[in-house]
Structure formats: C-alpha cells, structure tokens
C-alpha cells in the first residue's frame, strides 16, 4: 500500500536562480544514466542524459555532471524558470541493455 | 502531446473484473516497456518488450499480463487485481540498436481497484 507521510525531497529555488538536483546510485555496473522530468499528470520527459566515458553534458539551460569514483551524479539547471517546477528523476542502466531503475526522486519549486 | 498514446487515462475496477491497458507508438521504436508509479515514488519497471518478444519480466504476479500484438502496439491485460494495484501505468518505447535516445513516456493510465 501507499506510504503515510512519504514526501518527496524539495528544493526550492527563486526565479532566474541556478538549481542543482543531485542523484546517488547504487550500480557500479551502471554505464549509462538519464534525467526525466515529470510534471504533475504527465509522463517522465527526457531532459539529458550522459554515458559513463564522460564526466559532463551540456544541454540547453542544463548540465549534467557523472563522478563514477562516488556514484554521484547531479543535474544543474541554469536560470531556472517557473515551467521548471517538477519532479526530478535520475535513472542509471546499461547502454544497449534496455532496463533502467529510478532513484527517489526531487521535487523542484521555483518561486516567482 | 506525447509520442506515445495510452488509453484509458483513468480506469476505475473492481478485484473480480478483467481489463486491458492499451500504449500506442508510431516512431518505429522496437523496445516497449510497461512501469508502475505510485504516488510520490519513482516508476518501477514491470516489463520490457524486444522485438515483440518478452525479454524482461520483473517478477510481476501473473494477475499482470502483457501482450506485444506488433511493432507499434503493447497492451496489458488485469485480471482479479488488489487495491494495493491501484498506480498510474507508464508506457515508454525506445530505440534498440545504439541506443542514443532513451525511453519516451505516455502520460499513463491512472487504475484505481474498488
């Protein structure tokens, strides 16, 4: 059943401010690792995603940073916009393999 | 809009009824994929489809059917569910081969078990 009084981490951000949503894995044979958004009554949407012989990705307004060493990966969203208000997810599989697992989850609130 | 289409967007049933969830996508994607969500926790993955052929199947009770009739479509069949079933069902699709795009998402359907 449902967990009572499970929230979902929160990180509120002002508009036009630079947000960073970290994500820990747990796969050390994880070589391929994704950011979704999901907003409320939606799907996940495809933001970025890296492949593990890279330790940075840029894409517009976004960045995401890999460092193997921890299993730490984080997602830098820059001047963060209201329409950035979600949640975030970090997923890490192996490429060509087709099976991804999620993490927990963060939820962005961006203050106008 | 999304790229995947899934129907009903809400499915309200009871534990003796049978039922089916329908996921639709035309961008010539060979994988399919079935997830659970509930509220405030991530997508967990139940099954995954390659080439219309089952290849993951994440130990889901048999009350959970699926079925890949082609390339385009993956329906899953319920059957004598519980109310701890009651989640929004994600389908996603993604290319096989070199697989530089990752999985795109319907917008679910959200099931409630009366």
């Known amino acids: 059943g449902e967990s009572v009084g499970l929230h979902l981490p929160t990180l509120s951000v002002q508009e036009g401010d630079n947000s960073i949503i970290n994500c820990a894995y747990s796969?050390?044979?994880?070589?391929?690792f994704i950011w979704y958004k999901q907003e409320s009554g939606k799907g996940p949407q495809f933001i970025i995603d890296?492949?593990?012989?890279?330790d940075k990705r840029q894409g517009q307004r976004v960045t995401v940073l890999l460092n193997k060493t921890v299993k730490h990966l984080s997602l830098q969203i820059a001047a963060t916009q209201p329409g950035d208000s979600a949640v975030y997810f970090c997923a890490d599989g192996r490429y060509n393999f087709n099976k991804f697992y999620f993490g927990s989850g963060t939820k962005l609130n961006v203050k106008p | 809009d999304t790229e995947v289409t899934q129907t009903p967007k809400h499915l309200v049933m009871g534990m003796t009824n049978k039922k089916s969830l329908k996921c639709e996508q035309h961008m010539g994607h060979r994988a399919m994929y079935w997830y659970k969500q509930k509220a405030k926790k991530p997508p967990e993955l139940m099954f995954v489809?390659?080439?219309?052929?089952?290849?993951i199947n994440e130990s889901v009770p048999s009350r959970f059917s699926p079925e890949c009739p082609n390339s385009s479509l993956l329906n899953l069949h319920l059957h004598a569910l519980q109310p701890e079933d009651s989640a929004l069902y994600l389908c996603?699709?993604?290319?096989?081969?070199?697989?530089?795009?990752?999985?795109?998402f319907g917008d679910g359907t959200r099931l409630s078990i009366l």
């Open positions: 796969n050390s044979a994880s070589d391929y």
């Open positions: 489809y390659s080439y219309e052929k089952l290849s």
């Open positions: 890296i492949r593990s012989n890279m």
């Open positions: 996603a699709s993604s290319q096989l081969r070199d697989s530089n795009q990752p999985q795109h």
